[in-house]
């Protein structure tokens, strides 16, 4: 047993120290970065952005990649894209639900709802890996939240294609992205200028829809951040406040007892 240590312990300390080089080389990746309006204690959404984003998910990303946790009611809850009733409503419309049974016990299209759930591009797990080459399109509602580097991994994944080094061989599907962990992804590239047409004008370059789309998602991911930033700069407030007046408080304690004594 002795010596059985002796032989594998120095093995088992290399492979260690290889796997947490790998590791901290792997976050030495330098993302993108731009102005986000949502960081920061004050940072809010560009409901702009976000509006731009929901039309970029719709029209390039829904086909793959499902919103099983955002509801279409929410796209006119405060906070987020802020469209009015109306409008989310002609959007729920415009997705073919299934819903059911009826009273025939058969299941039927309608319609979507305000209440419904973004509809699912594809009806089960093995159906998206059929048509993905046995890949599965992750959920984009918490992306970013579940991905290191978060709204930044984001926006230089959608612009980190290249063409591969050469002498990398790249299997059949599979590309090559300088921002993906290990520089190899199975999705395509997604984007290209003027890709889509923007409602207010704005030119869809790649570097644009890549912000928007990654705005919309870090919504999804945090829908309540403003209302978290709002909180957070009230309490800190009351903080400063508290401590002034326990401050003057305690100095005039202070003063009474010194004049006793």
Request: proline residues 4%; hydrophobic residues 40%.
């Amino acid at each position: 047993m002795k010596k059985f240590f002796q032989v594998k312990i120095p093995y088992l300390i290399i492979l260690i120290i290889g796997v947490t080089f790998n590791a901290i080389s792997a976050e030495k990746v330098e993302y993108l970065k731009t102005d986000w309006s949502f960081k920061g204690l004050f940072g809010k959404f560009d409901r702009g952005s976000l509006q731009r984003g929901y039309q970029v998910y719709t029209e390039v990303c829904s086909s793959c990649h499902s919103m099983k946790y955002v509801s279409y009611r929410n796209l006119a809850e405060k906070g987020g894209p802020e469209f009015t009733q109306e409008q989310a409503k002609a959007i729920a419309a415009s997705f073919e639900v299934t819903d059911g049974p009826n009273e025939d016990g058969e299941m039927f299209t309608r319609p979507g709802k305000l209440s419904d759930k973004f509809v699912m591009p594809y009806e089960n797990v093995k159906a998206a890996q059929a048509a993905n080459g046995g890949a599965y399109p992750p959920d984009m509602s918490v992306l970013v939240k579940a991905r290191g580097g978060g709204a930044n991994y984001i926006y230089s994944l959608l612009q980190g294609y290249e063409d591969p080094p050469t002498g990398m061989i790249l299997d059949d599907g599979v590309y090559y992205n300088k921002y993906m962990y290990g520089n190899k992804i199975k999705m395509a590239n997604q984007l290209s200028d003027g890709l889509v047409e923007y409602s207010d004008g704005t030119k869809a370059t790649v570097e644009q829809m890549s912000k928007d789309v990654t705005t919309f998602l870090m919504w999804t991911a945090e829908p309540h951040l403003e209302a978290r930033h709002q909180m957070g700069f009230k309490v800190i407030v009351y903080l400063i406040i508290l401590t002034v007046l326990v401050y003057f408080s305690m100095k005039r304690i202070w003063s009474r007892i010194e004049t006793e004594v």
